[in-house]
């Protein structure tokens, strides 16, 4: 007999901790009364009337021309490199020296480091025009005119070519 009450003592101590493992869990998992809820919160009602628009922000004028608040900076200070410029102020000095083949040498040393610069082919097409080569200048001039320039350069490539085509 002793052993048939050991049995069923022995299986309700290895039952023990897994039966209160359950219990545990059963009685979390109903919250044990809190006052949140498990459910996913349901949309917000859709209003049955759209709510009135303003009217004041249509009603005012609106300036169609954006007008800016600072000027930009000329293209002459974004395309010049310093060495091109150090180079074009020699070439003028060369030029005011009735040096001109010097000053072409000049200006074409500074239209290889800088390209796209319409104040080198300006320069270069006014030394070709002092060396009396006025179709050379005529070309050099419409290629700076290509250029993008400012307006103040295009004003003066401009008069420039008005000048060669006059001498052609």
Do not use: W
Request: hydrophobic share 40%; proline share 10%.
């Amino acid at each position: 007999m002793d052993h048939t009450i050991s049995l069923p003592d022995h299986r309700l101590l290895t039952c023990r901790p897994l039966f209160l493992t359950v219990v545990a869990t059963a009685v979390l998992s109903t919250g044990c009364g809190t006052k949140y809820s498990t459910t996913t919160p349901s949309a917000p009602p859709v209003p049955t009337q759209l709510p009135s628009v303003d009217n004041t922000i249509q009603n005012t004028p609106v300036d169609p021309v954006i007008k800016p608040t600072t000027m930009a900076p000329p293209l002459e200070a974004v395309r010049s490199l310093p060495a091109a410029i150090a180079l074009r102020d020699q070439a003028a000095n060369a030029t005011a020296a009735d040096n001109h083949s010097r000053a072409l040498g000049l200006l074409e040393r500074a239209l290889r480091i800088s390209p796209d610069d319409p104040l080198t082919f300006q320069a270069l097409a006014q030394s070709h025009l002092a060396m009396n080569q006025p179709g050379q200048a005529l070309q050099l001039a419409r290629r700076g005119l290509s250029l993008n320039p400012t307006n103040a350069q295009r004003d003066s490539l401009m008069a420039l070519v008005e000048k060669c085509q006059a001498m052609l």
